[in-house]
């Protein structure tokens, strides 16, 4: 297994575009999240799923952004109407849920998408 | 979830120990410390995580104070590949990663 996947690592729009981001979690995770990280910041939780179900969304994740996970496998995030503040970088993260113990509970991150709004 | 507060940033000699403080005075009896560390432009990387005992690894180790309410993560000989930001994190492990991170503590290692 090769960890977390994102896909593209980088991508250029300009503003009024819609983009979308895919992440591969790890194989056998069933637990999937999504941050965003601006410069200089910590990384910012927008939303999670288990399996197929969108368990929790925060307030950061404005009606322009969805996020599927149709299979419970690879997820989906798309920016609609981009705007030059979702310039960031975007993380995708999986777990084991429950973990099989407790050395196990920690969530890997992908490498990160990063967006540029011109 | 608590919150956690660390310094900006410190700086290390190759080859000693690296000392990073995190301040969590209100976390919660069944909330975890979780260490992670970000090398420039990449994602998050777990290092450690503890509940109360203290905690050793292949990468690191983690000291919990009796009251819980500070912790230190320690880098044992640091090197040059050890220049990151590190995030210490409070979260219920058997609840959501829903991680608050903070702006961590940018670790710099010095030749």
């Known amino acids: 297994d090769t960890g977390v996947s994102q896909d593209p690592r980088h991508k250029i729009t300009k503003r009024g575009q819609n983009v979308t981001f895919r992440c591969d979690p790890i194989s056998e995770h069933n637990r999937l999240y999504w941050y965003r990280q601006t410069l200089g910041q910590g990384p910012e939780f927008l939303t999670y799923?288990?399996?197929?179900?969108?368990?929790?969304k925060s307030r950061l994740l404005s009606d322009r952004f969805s996020a599927e996970r149709p299979k419970g496998s690879f997820s989906t995030l798309e920016i609609q109407r981009t705007e030059q503040g979702d310039s960031a970088m975007y993380l995708c993260a999986s777990s084991l849920w429950p973990a099989p113990g407790p050395r196990n509970t920690e969530a890997f991150f992908g490498q990160g998408t990063r967006l540029t709004v011109v | 979830d608590a919150k956690t507060t660390q310094p900006p940033s410190m700086d290390c000699a190759e080859g000693r120990a690296a000392n990073l403080p995190c301040n969590h005075s209100?976390?919660?009896?069944?909330?975890?410390v979780y260490w992670y560390r970000q090398i420039h432009s990449q994602g998050p990387q777990y290092i450690i995580h503890?509940?109360?005992n203290n905690e050793t690894n292949e990468m690191a180790s983690l000291i919990i104070t009796e009251d819980r309410k500070s912790s230190t993560l320690i880098l044992p000989h640091a090197t040059l590949r050890d220049t990151a930001v590190y995030y210490c994190i409070v979260s219920q492990t058997a609840g959501t990663y829903k991680y608050i991170f903070g702006t961590g503590t940018r670790l710099k290692v010095l030749a």
């Open positions: 799923f288990q399996n197929e179900a969108q368990l929790e």
């Open positions: 209100t976390i919660s009896g069944n909330e975890y």
């Open positions: 503890g509940l109360k």
